[in-house]
């Protein structure tokens, strides 16, 4: 198909208002975060710092004391918990979901279609209607204040069930069915065949568990109470409480919590594209 010259410079200008409406805003996040404390609040506001200064990320980051007493805006040892919870929430999630979803598409067992529906059908339902219930039996279970609480509720995630299984759907049974006459166990398929072919598709849903535990908010907002557990979204809303007129340091605050995960989906984008469009599974 050949695509008119007119038609082509159309679609790569839609393209580039596309790129620069998407990168503008994280741009201009990072610029600010150079500025010096108040250049942001002038009218009109600055698009680049008439002054480069890295004091933003040294008040946010540096351990400073007063009086003997040390104080810290506690983001470092937020940062580590992100990354403990999201990192723990990723490999449990990613043992749980990818076998499940092996075997809702290749294993024949009682009540699979039954508890598939209902799988389905639960994904209507918004997940802020079982946070109270789900929060009394944590209580009860004494979860409550900890790790286990944070991370308990994703493992098993539909959506991944679901992914997982639309993407093994795609490997032929014949091929599975002459491993088994060659006496492999299930176990042996699923381990040698099933998850080399899965592999994009898996780093694909790692991908996605851990954006979603790192950026999660509102369920750790419930569940943790001691500051020194926040992860990164909770620590950030805490200082956005006391320095709200900031914006420089808020900025720079949103920087740490983005450039990571940033930087790791760049890296596992070849991954993360080819999961998405189910190239690497073939009939």
């Given at each position: 198909m050949v695509v008119r010259p007119a038609r082509a410079l159309v679609m790569n200008a839609v393209a580039v208002l596309l790129t620069v409406a998407t990168v503008a805003p994280l741009l201009w996040m990072v610029l600010v975060s150079f500025m010096p404390r108040g250049a942001?609040?002038?009218?009109?506001?600055?698009?680049?710092?008439?002054?480069?200064?890295?004091?933003?990320?040294?008040?946010?980051?540096?351990r400073r004391e007063y009086d003997g007493v040390f104080f810290d805006y506690r983001i470092v040892p937020a940062l580590l918990n992100s990354l403990f919870v999201a990192g723990v929430s990723t490999l449990l999630g990613l043992l749980l979901t990818v076998p499940a979803g092996y075997a809702f598409a290749k294993l024949r067992f009682r009540g699979r279609e039954r508890l598939l529906q209902l799988l389905i059908a639960s994904l209507v339902v918004p997940g802020q209607v079982a946070m109270l219930?789900?929060?009394?039996?944590?209580?009860?279970?004494?979860?409550?204040?900890?790790?286990?609480?944070?991370?308990?509720?994703?493992?098993?995630?539909?959506?991944?069930?679901?992914?997982?299984?639309?993407?093994?759907?795609?490997?032929?049974?014949?091929?599975?069915?002459?491993?088994r006459l060659d006496g492999a166990s299930e176990g042996r398929i699923f381990v040698s065949i099933v998850l080399p072919l899965l592999a994009p598709v898996t780093v694909t849903l790692a991908l996605f568990m851990f954006l979603g535990s790192w950026n999660d908010f509102l369920w750790p907002l419930i569940v943790l109470a001691d500051q020194h557990l926040y992860t990164l979204p909770v620590a950030v809303a805490a200082i956005s409480r006391e320095h709200a007129a900031d914006g420089e340091l808020m900025m720079a605050a949103a920087v740490v919590t983005t450039m990571p995960v940033l930087l790791l989906f760049l890296a596992l984008q070849r991954y993360y594209m080819t999961g998405l469009l189910g190239g690497s599974v073939k009939g």
């Open positions: 942001s609040s002038a009218f009109p506001p600055p698009l680049w710092p008439v002054r480069w200064t890295w004091e933003n990320y040294h008040e946010l980051l540096a219930p789900l929060f009394l039996i944590f209580k009860e279970l004494g979860l409550v204040n900890s790790y286990a609480g944070v991370i308990l509720p994703s493992l098993a995630g539909i959506f991944a069930i679901l992914f997982v299984r639309q993407a093994t759907l795609s490997i032929p049974d014949e091929m599975l069915d002459a491993a």
